[in-house]
């Protein structure tokens, strides 16, 4: 059973990029169908997909975060990472990474709509 684990600093100052790693056991990376995304949900709001890679590298983000935000892997340590430059306190929020089957549920905030996910981090953002 696959299981992912985030891991990060859980403070950011605002202006700083923030780097996020989720690391996957259980299963590779690179196993097709599989698509690998980060998910947050800022206080007392609903999920917010931010972008996803996928099992041959691809990535795809957010419209609204796409400035700010790269997604990459290493597939060596089966883990993979997020930045999310220029953050401001409105990004503070539980983050989580969590997997898909196939690209049809690419950018959902749907949590049915990933089969596992990480526990989640909390990230606060504040000078």
């Known amino acids: 059973q696959v299981q992912l684990q985030e891991s990060g600093p859980g403070l950011a100052k605002p202006s700083q990029t923030l780097s996020l790693t989720c690391t996957v056991s259980?299963?590779?990376?690179?196993?097709?169908?599989?698509?690998w995304s980060w998910v947050r949900r800022p206080p007392g709001k609903g999920l917010e997909w931010m972008g996803t890679?996928?099992?041959?590298?691809?990535?795809y983000y957010s419209p609204s975060l796409k400035s700010r935000t790269s997604i990459a892997r290493d597939t060596t340590k089966n883990q993979f990472t997020l930045q999310l430059s220029s953050v401001t306190p409105e990004d503070t929020a539980v983050y989580y990474c969590?997997?898909?089957?196939?690209?049809?549920?690419?950018?959902?905030?749907?949590?049915?709509?990933?089969?596992?996910w990480g526990q989640g981090t909390q990230v606060t953002v504040s000078s």
């Open positions: 259980g299963g590779s990376i690179r196993t097709y169908p599989y698509y």
């Open positions: 969590a997997r898909a089957v196939g690209s049809g549920r690419l950018g959902s905030t749907n949590r049915l709509d990933y089969d596992s």
């Open positions: 890679i996928n099992f041959s590298g691809s990535a």
